[in-house]
């Protein structure tokens, strides 16, 4: 059980730009999930996985964001036209598809938009 | 809509000593609670998970404790050291539509300082 990584760790990026992160859950867990915090504050979900379903998708998840989990296994998470509100961690978590199951976060993309 | 409340939000306590942090939630109707910690920059570590039905969960210096009627849970940090020195969040599981774990929804967390 090596974890769930992240990558990148830190993503500095202009305004305007657009960014993706990869999320590799642990091996042989099926749902996947996407949360952001910002400072100070608790995660905040944005989108979940199980296998390559998206099944739930935030209102925090604007138009601007686009979540994939193509083949079960990892996932990316896309923002385009990045904006200064969007500077934040962004972090990932697995979890086996199966009742009273913790979930395991990464360590986190942390995201700067000048 | 649920809503999670830590009090207090910051907490400094001389090492050795004993404490408790608090969670509160707003709707009952979970499904589990789970503690975590958070070093600064990091991701988060799971700590313990509490299931709707249990009243406790320990593990080492660590136990929670969840009164899911009155909307509360406790983390009691037994004998602190410099090292538990970090951010300590809870978050609840209130949705079940597809099995297994959804979304959690997590308070602001509350900062603690052990000093030596």
Redesign the interface.
């Known amino acids: 059980d090596t974890g ?1 990584s ?1 990558n990148p760790r830190h993503k500095i990026t202009k305004r305007g730009q657009n960014v993706t992160f990869r999320c590799d859950p642990i091996s042989e867990h099926n ?1 996947l ?1 996407w ?1 952001r915090q910002t400072l ?6 944005l989108t ?1 996985f ?1 296998n390559e379903a998206q ?2 998708k ?1 209102r925090l998840l604007s138009d601007r964001f686009s979540a994939e989990r193509p083949k079960g296994s990892f996932s990316t998470l896309e923002i385009q036209r990045t904006e200064q509100g969007d500077s934040a961690m962004y ?1 990932c ?1 697995s ?14 993309t ?1 995201l700067t938009v000048t | 809509k649920q809503e999670v409340t830590q009090i207090p939000a910051a907490l400094s306590v001389p090492e050795g000593e004993n404490l408790v942090l608090n969670c509160s939630f707003t709707d009952s109707a979970i499904y589990n609670l789970q503690w975590f910690r958070q070093d600064p920059g990091k991701g988060l570590t799971s700590l313990l998970l509490i299931q709707s039905s249990q009243r406790e969960q320990t593990s080492g210096r660590l136990n929670a404790s969840l009164d899911k009627s009155s909307g509360r849970s406790t983390l009691y940090i037994a004998a602190s050291q410099p090292g538990d020195s970090a951010t300590y969040l809870c978050a609840v599981e209130t949705t079940r539509r597809q099995g297994g774990s959804e979304k959690l929804v997590f308070g602001k967390g509350t900062k603690l300082t052990v000093n030596p």
């Open positions: 769930v992240q749902r999930y949360y100070g504050q608790g995660p905040e979900f979940y199980q099944l739930e935030s972090l978590a979890s086996r598809g199966t009742v009273n199951y913790e979930q395991y976060f990464g360590p986190g942390r």
